[in-house]
């Protein structure tokens, strides 16, 4: 089990931010939506890797990308079910958040583009 952290990020667009402690780094995605209900799908944003410490900040940025309130949303610890290059399928056990989870690439979005599911248990 690694970590997982969701931040709440009031930036010019609320969104939030799944971060996935993966390869030394917290692989990052942007869910403008907010985190799906199972059976519910979310466009998820890929950016920048981010460097494990940044998975406890909470805060404000004050300029700049992502300028905004930072809040942690949800933390925890996840098991890591799958991954290849189109698909990361993941279980949370999180204080909110528990259950499976599948981020699948588009084929046509662009190379940042990923729908984020929740998939039945």
Same mark, same amino acid.
């Given at each position: 089990?690694?970590?997982?952290?969701? &931040?709440?990020?009031? #930036?010019? /667009?609320?969104?939030?931010? @799944?971060?996935?402690?993966?390869?030394? $780094? #917290?692989?990052?995605?942007?869910?403008?939506?907010?985190?799906?209900?199972?059976?519910?799908?979310?466009?998820? =944003? &890929?950016?920048?890797?981010?460097?494990?410490?940044?998975?406890?900040?909470?805060?404000?940025?004050?300029?700049?990308?992502? %300028?905004? =309130? $930072?809040?942690?949303?949800?933390?925890?610890?996840?098991?890591?079910? %799958?991954?290849?290059?189109?698909? =990361?399928?993941?279980?949370?056990?999180?204080?909110? @958040? /528990?259950?499976?989870?599948?981020?699948?690439?588009?084929?046509?979005?662009?190379?940042?583009?990923?729908?984020?599911?929740?998939? %039945?248990?």
């Amino acid at each position: 089990m690694v970590r997982f952290c969701v &931040q709440e990020h009031f #930036a010019r /667009k609320h969104h939030f931010d @799944l971060r996935l402690e993966m390869d030394g $780094v #917290a692989k990052s995605w942007a869910i403008p939506k907010g985190l799906p209900n199972e059976g519910e799908k979310r466009l998820a =944003i &890929q950016v920048e890797d981010h460097d494990l410490e940044y998975m406890d900040f909470e805060g404000v940025i004050e300029e700049g990308y992502g %300028k905004g =309130i $930072v809040k942690i949303w949800d933390k925890g610890e996840y098991e890591l079910l %799958k991954r290849t290059e189109k698909e =990361i399928k993941f279980r949370l056990n999180g204080n909110k @958040l /528990k259950g499976t989870y599948v981020l699948l690439k588009f084929e046509k979005g662009g190379e940042n583009s990923w729908l984020l599911v929740k998939a %039945k248990d």
